[in-house]
């Protein structure tokens, strides 16, 4: 289908940009990567008078590792998140979650930020940056604050952004230790039916940390407390493995839907969880 018409706004800065959100309210919003939202307004499930197209704001692109800190600029696409050398070595879980997004095509052209303001449940990012523990910038018309990203889900497609609010980097810190991302989806291409991120650290053979976040099985991401904190003091064998997934299983809410019901997601989620916990120990 053809999108219903709309003007389009290219701004170089960010305070233009917020700027026309404020100006046009309800009928304005930005585009980054336009892989989510282009589709939304073709299948008229988004009707929108202003698109803000963000691809000239030079302050939204790069990428930082210095030390221990990790900045991402929101319009850093998937792909140049992939081939940073210097953000695989940092955060190698970043690179394993971002190689399982869609196809290489999306992911030149999606971006970070994009994947992370969405909202949408299926979206590898947020889960991702809740396992690393993000902290999102915004920019608004009252200037900037920031979010933790286990704070910033509030149901599917409803965030803590405001409307006039624009954001502009993901930080966290790089974390030693064992990671994996584990995702099932029915083809390539696909959205995940569940996926898993966790990161893990350990002292011989004790868990000393664990931090696990789990996407697509409920309306918002699920970094999951208990389900880390069920590893952490074990030798990460079989009994606290079935632990840390009946903590995750309590705090899911998957619906039934095209990628199948409710038990056979929760069947999914423990296998995909098993394997990532798994993996995360063996490197670790
Ligand atoms: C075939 C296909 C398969 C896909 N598979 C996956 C998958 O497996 N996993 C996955 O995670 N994603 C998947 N995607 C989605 C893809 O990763 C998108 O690129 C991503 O979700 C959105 O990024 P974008 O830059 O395209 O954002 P856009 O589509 O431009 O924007 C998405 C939303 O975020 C808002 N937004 C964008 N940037 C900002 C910002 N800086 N500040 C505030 N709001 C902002 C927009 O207003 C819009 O509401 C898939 C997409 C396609 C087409």
Redesign the pocket.
């Given at each position: 289908m053809i999108p219903s018409a709309f003007e389009y706004h290219r701004p170089g800065d960010v305070s233009s940009a917020v700027g026309l959100l404020q100006k046009y309210g309800d009928e304005a919003?930005?585009?980054?990567?336009?892989?989510?939202?282009?589709?939304?307004m073709k299948l008229r499930m988004?009707d929108i008078g202003h698109l803000v197209d963000?691809q000239n704001v030079e302050e939204?692109k790069g990428i930082s590792v210095s030390g221990n800190s990790v900045t991402i600029g929101?319009?850093v696409?998937?792909a140049e998140l992939i081939a940073h050398g210097g953000l695989a070595n940092a955060v190698p879980l970043l690179r394993e979650a971002a190689l399982?997004?869609?196809?290489p095509q999306?992911?030149y052209?999606?971006?970070v930020?994009?994947?992370v303001?969405?909202?949408?449940p299926?979206?590898?990012?947020p889960g991702l940056m809740q396992c690393l523990n993000a902290t999102f910038t915004?920019v608004g018309p009252d200037g900037s604050r920031e979010v933790a990203a286990r704070d910033f889900y509030q149901s599917a497609y409803v965030t803590d952004?405001a409307d006039d609010?624009?954001?502009?980097r993901i930080a966290f810190n790089a974390v030693s230790g064992g990671y994996a991302y584990e995702?099932q989806?029915r083809k390539i291409?696909?959205?995940?039916t569940a996926a898993a991120a966790v990161l893990l650290t350990r002292a011989g053979e004790k868990v000393v940390t664990a931090s696990i976040a789990m996407t697509n099985l409920s309306d918002t991401p699920v970094w999951s407390e208990a389900s880390g904190g069920a590893l952490v003091g074990t030798d990460c064998g079989h009994d606290a493995v079935m632990a840390a997934v009946a903590a995750m299983l309590n705090d899911i809410d998957p619906q039934q839907d095209n990628r199948g019901p409710i038990e056979f997601k929760r069947h999914v989620a423990g296998v995909i969880l098993a394997r990532a916990i798994a993996r995360a120990w063996a490197r670790a």
């Open positions: 919003r930005v585009i980054a990567g336009g892989h989510s939202l282009i589709p939304m988004a963000l939204l929101a319009m696409t998937q399982q997004i869609a196809d999306v992911r052209v999606g971006t930020g994009g994947n303001a969405n909202g949408d299926g979206n590898d990012m915004l952004r609010e624009i954001l502009t995702k989806k291409g696909d959205y995940a």
